[in-house]
């Protein structure tokens, strides 16, 4: 018995010695495998061990780092970068490296992961740099001249870096997902410091931010995943503005969006207003948002005005949609309210897929160049709908504000009279009845709101009387010492705005004629000799 177990020990002691030993191997391999100093290659002209980049990336290993003599500038290559590796110029040699892609395709395609590049220029082609699959690379103090483009790749970092493009710094790709499959929240997680710029300026590019604001010198704008962010006040924007999976933001101010405006991609409750979106394919383009404000911008010279996929019940009102190839295109789109537009000068007005659209506020709709039907009731709502979306198309352009110049109606002295009407709904058919001293006009509301009436004090003065439809309406009186200014506020409807002053002055006596052959508000000569006129022609009495 005690013999046995004397001779079983000793087996078990060697086995665990042995294991022992396999293992300490197996560390001591893996360890040397993770602190190995990477191999430094070099690539130039004789006697540099490559030639070109693409040669040492296809013979170097995994984690070698590869450097670039300026003395082989420029290299005419389109890079397949499909190992992790570090590409740099030549860290002695202060001169510029150009990576050239000779007007075609990509310069570099990165498709590996952890890939360095650092301190070169990549310029003349397509695209400067396409990440498809790849993640966690580095791109530091490059002088980039055109876009990187990315697709299904995250948490990449930019440093250092400066763009020079005619388009945006960074595009992203649905690749071979469709407009069903969508973009995803990581497609858009990258580390792009404010370090970067692109022509001079600032590239902000804002990832879980919450609350904060961003103006003055900005090239391009991204926010990604953020709430409560103000981007306001900015002269000119060279990039784009990118809103994914960011809500309750405002946008406004924005003095020029170029090249490809202003995209929303799975973002809620924003505004954005008084801004200039002009030269791009499309001025303001939404995926998958909803419960948007765009409120009196300027879309001019683009593809397309605006331009919506997936996309519900935003609004879209007081905007100027000019010299566009197309004023609004909707792919499975509803519910979206569009009214109080002006869509000038177009060559397609609308284009629609999918879900009907409506393009009014159910009394009030958009102004388009090529609508020609009649308005009878001269209420500026045209009484044929248009293209099948627009049931109450405007025959005049849309403004805030109108002017009627009343001044043919008295004798200008060098002055010139009007009345105007500040209104956020459609305004038509103002009058001035200089005999009955009363001034009318229609009125059309979709919704409820305000109308602020300014007229000329030596004209036609208080008390004034308002009614609508024929009913007296209260509003409220403000004058200096040239004008009266009459507010009101109003409910949906159509109304007849009516707004009599018994202080009017062609009511003067004596006042019978002016220049025009009607009461001008003063006594004159012309009145004097009206008055011997009509007294000759009563008697029959002809001037020797």
């Known amino acids: 018995m005690f013999k046995e177990k004397s001779v079983r020990y000793p087996k078990i002691i060697a086995a665990s010695l042995i294991s022992i030993l396999l293992l300490t191997i197996v560390l001591t391999i893996h360890l040397l495998s993770v602190t190995a100093t990477p191999d430094i290659h070099s690539v130039g002209p004789w006697p540099f061990e490559f030639r070109t980049i693409q040669e040492a990336i296809n013979n170097v290993n995994e984690g070698d780092i590869i450097e670039v003599s300026p003395l082989g500038s420029p290299y005419v290559e389109h890079l397949v970068v499909n190992k992790s590796v570090t590409?740099?110029?030549?860290?002695?040699?202060?001169?510029?490296?150009?990576?050239?892609?000779?007007?075609?395709?990509?310069?570099?395609?990165?498709?590996?992961?952890?890939?360095?590049?650092?301190?070169?220029?990549?310029?003349?082609?397509?695209?400067?740099?396409?990440?498809?699959?790849?993640?966690?690379?580095?791109?530091?103090?490059?002088?980039i001249k055109g876009t990187v483009l990315m697709e299904h790749s995250s948490n990449n970092n930019f440093t250092s870096n400066t763009f020079?493009?005619?388009?945006?710094?960074?595009?992203?790709?649905?690749?071979?997902?469709?407009?069903?499959?969508?973009y995803v929240l990581e497609d858009f997680v990258q580390n792009i410091s404010e370090s970067n710029?692109?022509?001079?300026?600032?590239?902000?590019?804002?990832?879980?931010?919450?609350?904060?604001?961003?103006?003055?010198?900005?090239?391009?704008?991204?926010?990604?995943?953020?709430?409560?962010?103000?981007?306001?006040?900015?002269?000119?924007?060279?990039?784009?503005?990118?809103?994914?999976?960011?809500?309750?933001?405002?946008?406004?101010?924005?003095?020029?969006?170029?090249?490809?405006?202003?995209?929303?991609?799975?973002?809620?409750?924003?505004t954005i207003r008084r801004t200039t979106l002009q030269y791009g394919g499309r001025c303001l383009e939404?995926?998958?948002?909803?419960?948007?404000?765009?409120?009196?911008?300027?879309?001019?010279?683009?593809?397309?005005?605006?331009?919506?996929?997936?996309?519900?019940?935003?609004?879209?009102?007081?905007?100027?949609?000019?010299?566009?190839?197309?004023?609004?295109t909707l792919y499975?789109?509803?519910?979206?309210?569009?009214?109080?537009?002006?869509?000038?000068?177009?060559?397609?007005?609308?284009?629609?897929?999918?879900?009907?659209?409506?393009?009014?506020?159910?009394?009030?709709?958009?102004?388009?160049?090529?609508?020609?039907?009649?308005?009878n009731d001269h209420d500026d709502i045209g009484d044929v709908q248009y293209l099948g979306v627009d049931e109450h198309p405007l025959k005049e352009p849309w403004s805030l504000t109108k002017w009627t110049d009343i001044t043919w109606q008295f004798e200008p002295e060098g002055m010139r009279y009007f009345v105007s009407t500040e209104c956020n709904n459609t305004v038509a058919y103002v009058k001035y009845h200089?005999?009955?001293?009363?001034?009318?006009?229609?009125?059309?509301?979709?919704?409820?709101?305000?109308?602020?009436?300014?007229?000329?004090?030596?004209?036609?003065d208080d008390p004034f009387r308002l009614e609508m439809n024929g009913t007296t309406t209260p509003f409220i009186l403000t004058r200096n010492s040239n004008y009266s200014?009459?507010?009101?506020?109003?409910?949906?409807?159509?109304y007849n705005v009516k707004i009599t002053a018994d202080g009017w002055k062609a009511g003067i006596c004596g006042d019978i004629t002016g220049q025009y052959g009607i009461p001008d508000g003063k006594v004159d000569m012309r009145d004097i000799a009206?008055?011997?006129a009509n007294f000759l022609k009563t008697w029959d009495i002809t001037l020797p």
């Not at 905007?319 to 609004?328: D, K, R």
């Not at 509301?445 to 300014?454: D, E, H, L, M, P």
């Not at 200014?485 to 159509?494: C, L, P, R, S, V």
């Open 87 to 143: 590409i740099r110029r030549h860290s002695y040699d202060p001169d510029e490296c150009i990576v050239n892609g000779n007007g075609t395709g990509t310069v570099m395609n990165v498709t590996a992961n952890n890939v360095n590049i650092c301190k070169f220029t990549i310029q003349n082609a397509s695209y400067a740099v396409r990440l498809v699959d790849s993640s966690n690379n580095v791109f530091e103090s490059n002088k």
């Open 164 to 182: 020079l493009t005619g388009s945006e710094p960074f595009q992203f790709s649905l690749g071979d997902r469709t407009f069903e499959d969508d």
């Open 286 to 328: 939404m995926h998958n948002s909803t419960w948007n404000v765009v409120a009196n911008c300027l879309a001019s010279y683009g593809g397309a005005g605006i331009f919506m996929v997936y996309s519900h019940d935003n609004v879209f009102m007081r905007n100027n949609i000019t010299s566009c190839l197309g004023g609004i």
């Open 530 to 532: 009206k008055a011997c």
């Open 332 to 375: 499975w789109s509803a519910g979206n309210v569009v009214f109080h537009n002006n869509f000038m000068y177009y060559s397609n007005p609308l284009e629609l897929w999918g879900l009907a659209a409506y393009c009014d506020n159910g009394r009030e709709g958009n102004h388009w160049t090529s609508y020609a039907g009649p308005d």
């Open 434 to 460: 200089v005999k009955d001293g009363f001034i009318a006009f229609n009125l059309t509301a979709g919704s409820a709101g305000y109308c602020n009436v300014s007229i000329p004090r030596d004209k036609l």
């Open 485 to 494: 200014f009459i507010y009101f506020e109003y409910g949906a409807n159509k």
């Open 197 to 270: 710029t692109v022509n001079g300026k600032t590239i902000y590019y804002w990832v879980n931010g919450h609350g904060g604001e961003i103006s003055g010198n900005a090239g391009y704008v991204a926010l990604i995943n953020c709430t409560n962010i103000n981007v306001r006040d900015i002269d000119y924007v060279s990039g784009r503005v990118m809103l994914a999976y960011t809500n309750q933001s405002i946008m406004e101010n924005l003095g020029s969006v170029d090249c490809r405006g202003i995209l929303l991609l799975h973002s809620h409750n924003n």
